[in-house]
């Protein structure tokens, strides 16, 4: 059985906290764009279930491999934080 939260304990602050927190831009593209071709090195790994039930549906609603678009995420990440010069900056509105 979960205890139940009791949100009363919240720090008085709260709303200060949300309002002046940092905003993280979102630089990963939407699952329709996650697929390219490319050299491939195999591995095992393990996901959770989660979230490659999520991946699987929305390669098969875009017809691609969920495997492919896992790697794009991958490869999205690299290339933002690989180089710090030029992590903040790109034209693409999802960087």
Do not use: C, W
Request: net charge positive; proline share 6%.
């Amino acid at each position: 059985m979960s205890k139940k939260i009791i949100y009363t304990d919240a720090p008085d602050d709260i709303s200060e906290a949300i309002t002046s927190g940092e905003r993280v831009i979102d630089f990963l593209p939407p699952p329709d764009q996650l697929a390219k071709k490319a050299p491939k090195v195999k591995i095992t790994i393990s996901l959770n279930k989660q979230s490659v039930e999520f991946f699987k549906k929305s390669a098969k609603k875009n017809k691609v491999k969920y495997q492919s678009m896992i790697n794009e995420i991958l490869d999205q990440y690299v290339k933002k934080f690989s180089n710090n010069d030029n992590s903040q900056t790109g034209s693409d509105p999802h960087f």
